[in-house]
């Protein structure tokens, strides 16, 4: 590293961030983690994440954390069933024993793993940062929300999709996609549910048809992740004159969208446990790329925000994080360091970017699900 340890400073504590200072700290460079959240308890961090060989595993072997993250993970049943709006499955994809090998893992205990690996006191909680002021020679001093400000030789925007670093970069700014996701779930469908879990299979289900889908997702414990998905207004439940918080109304709308679908289809919404959440699809311009400027760079979302059709977000921002840190330890200065960073992970996220905009536009295609099987038939990345 630099003659004089420089301060750097990472802003956010999502696994991306939360990677990047292990693997620092790891190589004897200290580093300060601030989160907006209060505490680790303030964020529920549900879900599943995905973890591949290539990127996530990859970052978790060189934060030494592979044993323990082994110990709580669990394989990935990998099948693919792609299906049209009559529920007839047009393809059955089930990886042959010994492909490449991916294991999934609950955000929260992902999560405690990296903070249980950091050293005490390296996250501060509840600091929201609400701008950067650049002092020259690449110093930048952090302002946060309650009025508390520090000054750091390299600040690293790690803060997700509406990330207060980037815009210090770039001009650009997440778009929406035009489709959106409206999520629900099913519990334990293997024994009260066992149509839909036969349905969904071991893996993943999509149902698509003219620019809509159902998808489901299977997760531990008999759990199906179920997505009703369609291009339109990410306002489209202002329009349709309900709340997202009335289940029964989203329900009715949903229903009324996807009139016509094969009823056992339909069973996704109609069995479901607990309400609705809205997520339409934000991404960034693909390729995303920035000036090099000295003091400030990005790694996750803040970097390279692309819809979920890629697959791995989580994985890739943790081999992002890896991949600064490791440059940041072995670099002749910090700002050489983060040269070579960004010269790799650019090029990177664009190929990844772009094939998540391909996948996202074929699968609510006009000719979807034809279009679709074609895709899925072909090599992806």
């Not at 750091?152 to 035009?178: E, K, N, Q």
């Not at 066992?194 to 759990?223: C, E, F, I, N």
């Not at 992970?345 to 074929?362: I, N």
């Not at 699968?363 to 034809?370: E, I, S, Y």
Request: with cysteine; aromatic share 6%; proline share 6%.
């Amino acid at each position: 590293m630099h003659p004089t340890t420089p301060r750097i400073a990472i802003i956010g504590a999502g696994p991306g961030g939360l990677t990047c200072a292990r693997v620092l700290q790891r190589s004897g460079v200290p580093v300060t983690v601030f989160a907006h959240e209060t505490s680790v308890a303030a964020d529920p961090q549900g879900g599943t994440l995905e973890l591949r060989m290539t990127t996530g595993r990859t970052a978790l072997r060189a934060a030494g954390l592979d044993e323990e993250f082994t110990a709580i993970a669990r394989p990935v049943r990998r099948e693919v069933r792609l299906l049209d709006h009559t529920a007839t499955v047009l393809l059955q994809d089930t990886p042959a024993p010994g492909g490449p090998d991916r294991n999934e893992v609950d955000r929260a205990g992902l999560r405690r793993l990296l903070l249980a690996s950091l050293t005490a006191g390296t996250v501060h909680w509840g600091r929201y940062l609400r701008t950067l002021h650049p002092l020259g020679d690449g110093r930048h001093k952090a302002e946060f929300d309650d009025g508390h400000t520090e000054t750091f030789d390299l600040v690293i925007g790690a803060d997700g999709a509406w990330s207060r670093v980037r815009p210090m970069l770039s001009d650009d700014t997440p778009h929406y996609s035009g489709v959106t996701f409206v999520e629900t779930g099913i519990e334990d469908a293997d024994r009260r549910h066992p149509d839909l879990a036969r349905l969904v299979g071991s893996g993943s289900m999509l149902a698509l048809s003219a620019g809509k889908g159902l998808l489901a997702r299977r997760h531990s414990r008999g759990h199906l992740l179920v997505y009703a998905a369609f291009r339109g207004s990410q306002d489209w439940a202002l329009e349709a004159g309900v709340r997202v918080t009335d289940t029964e109304a989203v329900r009715a709308v949903l229903l009324d969208g996807f009139a016509g679908w094969d009823d056992r289809l339909l069973a996704l919404l109609r069995d479901i446990d607990g309400g609705f959440i809205n997520r339409p699809l934000f991404a960034l311009p693909v390729p995303h790329a920035w000036t090099h400027t000295p003091g400030l760079t990005l790694l996750g979302d803040a970097a390279h925000l692309m819809t979920p059709f890629a697959g791995g977000g989580a994985g890739l921002a943790m081999l992002d994080g890896c991949e600064l840190a490791r440059a940041l330890a072995e670099g002749s200065t910090p700002d050489a360091a983060v040269r070579a960073y960004e010269s790799t992970v650019l090029p990177r996220a664009a190929r990844t970017a772009g094939y998540a905009a391909r996948a996202l536009a074929t699968a609510f295609a006009p000719d979807a699900p034809k279009s679709m099987l074609r895709l899925l038939r072909a090599d992806r990345p």
